[in-house]
């Protein structure tokens, strides 16, 4: 590779803080996120497409694989092709809960009280499908791979999922099995393979979550 082809580099914009800062902005985004929950009840009151629109370039901080970015958002606000996404994943759900599930699934997602019936996909203004892209388009022409697009996607959709509960909205993370009917009716090309589902929008008054207890630092995380 020549200078001509090299990227060039930029100083890295940063700021140090105090410890007592540090900790007050750690212990401050912990409380924020630690509320976060996942419902499936969602209000119909409209959300502002800028704010739909944020959260996607908030996610597309997030570090990737040689930076290709291997991700698409397709977000629909259409209510008829919200209601073709919902009647074409409640079948794939169906046979899911009916016929394809195994017992060692089936029992951790019990209690929660989740069936085939999606709501949330109708109900939601905004529905939000991550694609992830398996080949890029090279400067030559042809087609090549990308590299590590599954992990660079899962830290987008993270970053995406904080955007959205920051700016006061709630979404949830579902993934109908197989997803293959949403490359067709979105249109997307053959490279990109959906990921996840997920509704935005303000809860409904009478939203509910379970009563559910994450897990604490010991069980998490080790120190070495």
């Known amino acids: 590779m020549n200078d001509e082809d090299s990227q060039p580099f930029l100083p890295l914009q940063y700021e140090k803080f105090s410890k007592d800062i540090m900790k007050e902005k750690a212990s401050s985004f912990f409380s924020l996120m630690d ?4 419902t499936r009840h969602f209000s119909e009151e409209p959300v502002e497409r800028e704010l739909i629109e944020f959260a996607i370039k908030t ?15 397709v977000a629909i606000n259409d209510q008829k092709l919200k209601s073709k996404i ?6 794939e759900e169906k046979k899911t ?5 195994p017992e060692a699934w089936a029992e951790v997602i ?3 009280g989740t069936d ?6 109708t109900s939601a203004p905004w529905v939000v499908v991550l694609f992830r892209q398996s080949k890029r388009l090279r400067i ?10 599954m992990e660079s996607c899962g830290i987008a959709a993270g970053l ?5 509960h920051n700016m006061g909205l709630t979404t949830l993370t579902h993934t109908p099995s197989p997803m293959g009917f949403l490359r067709d009716l979105l249109d997307r090309p053959a490279h990109e393979h959906a990921m996840l589902v997920m509704p935005v929008g303000y809860p409904s008054e009478d939203a509910t979550v379970p009563d559910l207890i994450r897990k604490p630092l010991e069980d998490v995380a080790i120190f070495i």
């Open 86 to 91: 919902r009647d074409a994943a409640e079948i």
């Open 35 to 38: 509320n976060r929950r996942t």
């Open 97 to 101: 809960y009916d016929e394809r599930m």
């Open 59 to 73: 996610a597309s901080t997030a570090p990737s694989g040689a930076h290709l970015q291997p991700w698409t958002f």
């Open 116 to 121: 085939y019936v999606k709501t949330h996909l």
């Open 140 to 149: 030559n022409g042809e087609w090549g791979p990308t590299y590590y697009s």
């Open 110 to 112: 019990q209690p929660l």
């Open 160 to 164: 995406f999922i904080s955007a959205i």
